[in-house]
């Protein structure tokens, strides 16, 4: 049985580990042949590369119920 339930949507960014400051984002070089994580990251202020399974920014949902 489907039952529904209220979220409620959340912004989530990734800090660079690196330096602290800059905002890893997406920098179209994807590596396809990586099962787990294809999507090559870079910081937006010391230029570290880092590798996630998922394109940062991205959306997460939170059940309000909760």
């Excluded at 409620?8 to 179209?28: A, W």
């Excluded at 990251?41 to 998922?54: A, L, V």
Aim: with cysteine; hydrophobic share 25%.
């Amino acid at each position: 049985m489907e039952q529904t339930f209220e979220v409620q949507p959340c912004g989530v960014k990734y800090i660079c580990d690196t330096c602290g400051e800059g905002e890893l984002l997406p920098n179209g070089k994807n590596d396809w042949s990586a099962e787990q994580k294809p999507f090559e990251h870079e910081c937006t202020e010391c230029g570290q590369k880092k590798m996630f399974s998922e394109k940062y920014p991205l959306v997460r949902y939170k059940n309000v119920d909760e």
